[in-house]
């Protein structure tokens, strides 16, 4: 599932959507008519991108939080 399309974290994704969204707006025919598939593509492949750039970020925190732990616990049996 993705995320709220229309949220201050999107504004790198802000211009496709809008494009998918005029595309949308032009009717259901044109929508079921498939013509609207490349900006959909285009959405999903921004959103996408948005998302592996967070797991990176999440990824390298995580690690950082980790280490610090590790530490922590070293210093805990040291003193013990």
């Known amino acids: 599932m993705h995320p709220h399309l229309h949220t201050k974290d999107n504004t790198a994704c802000e211009e496709v959507m809008s494009i998918l969204d005029e595309c949308h707006a032009r009717g259901f025919l044109w929508k079921s008519m498939g013509m609207c598939n490349s900006a959909k593509t285009a959405v999903n492949k921004c959103l996408r991108a948005q998302r592996l750039e967070r797991t990176r970020v999440n990824r390298e ?8 732990i590790k530490e922590k616990w070293k210093e805990i049996d040291a003193n013990s």
């Open 61 to 68: 925190v995580a690690k950082k939080k980790n280490e610090e």
